[in-house]
C-alpha cells in the first residue's frame, strides 16, 4: 500500500521543467480568486465566478454605460515569481466573447500589466501555448509596444482573466488549468 501510495504521489507532483500549475476546480487552486467590474470607475459590468469540479467558471455581462466596459477575476495578490519559465499553456473556453490571460506588477491600475488574448472558442476547449517573451504589455487597456521581460516576470503580484473586447454583451470563460514552464 506504501508503495502504491507513493507512486501515486509521485505521479501528481510537477516535472521538473514545470515552475507553476493553478490547476483550477472546487478541490483545487482559485478558492480565493476574486472579481472586480468596472463598477470601481462608475461602469455597470457585472460578472461572478465559481469553482467547478475542474475549472474556474467565469461569467457576465459587460455593460458599456457609464464608461463602462470590462469584468474581471483575479488571484490574491502576492508573489508569483515566473523567472525560471519560458513559455505557458492554457487549457479554456469561451463563449463568443474574447477575454485575456492578465499578469500584474503593482496595484494601480495605470502602471502597465501584461496580458495573453484569449480567443473565442465558441464553447469548445482550446489549449493554446505562448512564449512568455510574446506577451505584450498593456497600459490602462492599450499596447505600449513592449513585452514581458524577465525582470518582469519575478515581479507579477497577481494573476487574472479580464474581457478584452469592450463590447457590450455577455461572457463566459472556463479555464481547466495554466501552467508556466
Known sequence: MKTFLLALALLWMPTSAEILLIDF???KDGTDWYIVNDGVMGGLSQGNANLQDDALYFAGRVSLENNGGFSSVRSPNGTVDLSGATEMTVRYKTNSYQSALNFSVS???W???YRVPLPAT???WTVINVA???VNQYRVGTPTGQRLTPDAQEDIIRIGF???EKRAGP???TVDYIRFE
Open 107 to 109: 496595484d494601480r491600475f
Open 162 to 164: 479580464i474581457t478584452d
Open 111 to 113: 502602471i502597465p500589466n
Open 171 to 173: 461572457f463566459e470563460l
Open 122 to 124: 465558441n464553447g469548445e
Open 132 to 134: 512568455l517573451s510574446d
Open 25 to 27: 476546480g472546487s478541490e
